[in-house]
């Protein structure tokens, strides 16, 4: 009875004093809708502090079922760390008395969970909780940090190469960032969550709530017998059918770096999206929510080392994608990026769903999919011309990596990648092509032009063999330098939806 009287004040607890989504069921339109309760009006369905008055029954509860500890408990936290020292006495009760220590674990700590869940994801979701105009806030993703996709490469210090820029060349292997042996990946213990403090001012609660949660989770399920009961009541509640906990599972299988197990929970909430016929959703939400699961998708199969897929639902993102009219500029918090050390490549972030961030990650994530290829000891002018493309951005962020670049085209002898002149249009790269053509620059072969491998055979047969060609190159690479000037963004955007056939092909 009395688990059925804190389900109902659950329900309270979504409809109480925010507007739209119902916790019991995702598949109720979230616009201004409130969610009224069988048998009761709309005023009295909605209750002032709804997981404070749900504290207060549990502790009538408590009383009445004769649980041990603080009659009135003082918050969930308190509740959280009384239960888990119950847990340490729990495997050597026997009869009723384990029978109901249990019972006061698996309720207790259930409501914590659900009730630090719903606070996270009011925060990273907050339009499932909220009216059409909280839309504005958007949904925030956690997905894999990309901070050190352009410097974590193994720095061996070498000969200085192109002295006319004074540059110094890393010389290294590139270690790879993931693995296909989830085990290998973490369980989760330790692992950070960065977030932009500006853009989330809440960060603090909101990753405190998820810690929460996560630990009632792990108490729920380290005994068999509190996972037979808490399985029951959700089976009960249907908790399936929550799309708010079905967002905070997978972000909890991420974080604990499940990878293969968060596809398959992902793929769920997708079908738990689904709009029901004649459902409208609030403009751009439908979108919003398709993006961030695709994108989430995406950072799973990259820490699974399948390059290929990831790039696929990137690119089906970005196609969706309108970039933004101005390139943002850099926040203090992303200039102070550079100075701080290299990070072992399995922490997490929390990214707005917004064209402004979602683009450049993408970008970001295609560049750390094609690296791994492009630096193997096995020659892939296309991978390697995909990597300069996509290292424009956040320039010069990436400079150490593309000069890896170019030192791998001095050992070839010879670079082909005729997208050059449509997408590259950073003066530092320009400068430094056009340098590889001299004789200082070593003389390289660059076949930049598009058809220009046929131009060459052609002129093989005349005097002058490559007069045209390198007219040709240096009229090309004057048209360039008066590019440099677009919006980077617009280029690179353009660059994956129209290549999007070539750039999937090029990973296996």
Known sequence: MFVSVIFLFLLFSASGSKE?????????????????????????????EPWERLLDILAVVGVRCEWQGDKGQRSYVDMLQRVKELCRYLPGL??????????????????????????????????????????????????????????????????????????KLADGREKTMSSDDEEGLGKGRGRHILVNKTEMPSWSETLESFRTARESWDLLHSHDGLETEFKKICASWKTDSWLWFRIFLS???????????????????????????????????????????????????????????????????????????HESTKTPEDQGRVKTKTRKGNDLRLLPCTSKAVLPFCLQLMLACFKLRAFTDNRDDLSLGHVVVLLQYDWPQGEMLFLKAVDKICQQGSFQYENFFNYVTNIDMLEEFAYLRTPEGGRIQLELLPNQGMLIKHHTVTRGITKGVKED?????????????????NVLHRFCINEKIIIIQSLP
């Open 473 to 489: 190159f240096r009229l090309a690479m004057e048209r360039q330098v008066s590019r440099c000037g677009e919006n980077l963004l």
């Open 20 to 48: 739209g989504g119902s916790l019991k069921s995702p598949s109720v339109s979230r616009g201004s809708q409130r969610y009224v309760i069988d048998g009761l009006s709309e005023k009295s369905s909605v209750v002032a």
């Open 94 to 167: 026997e009869g009723d008395t384990r029978s109901r220590c249990c019972s006061q674990v698996v309720i207790c700590a259930a409501l914590v969970l659900f009730r630090s869940a719903f606070l996270y994801v009011s925060a990273v979701q907050p339009a499932l909780f909220q009216a059409v105009n909280a839309l504005s806030s958007g949904p925030w993703i956690l997905v894999e940090d990309l901070s050190s996709v352009y410097n974590d490469v193994e720095v061996e210090r070498g000969a200085v190469k192109h002295a006319h820029k004074k540059r």
């Open 251 to 325: 972000d909890m299988i991420i974080y604990q770096g499940q990878y293969r197990k968060a596809l398959s929970s992902l793929h769920q909430m997708a079908a738990v999206q689904q709009p029901q016929p004649g459902q409208q959703s609030p403009s751009g939400q439908t979108s919003l929510e398709h993006h961030r699961a695709l994108i989430q998708q995406a950072s799973c199969h990259y820490a699974l080392g399948e390059y290929r897929m990831a790039c696929e639902k990137l690119l089906d993102v970005v196609s969706g994608l309108v970039p933004p009219n």
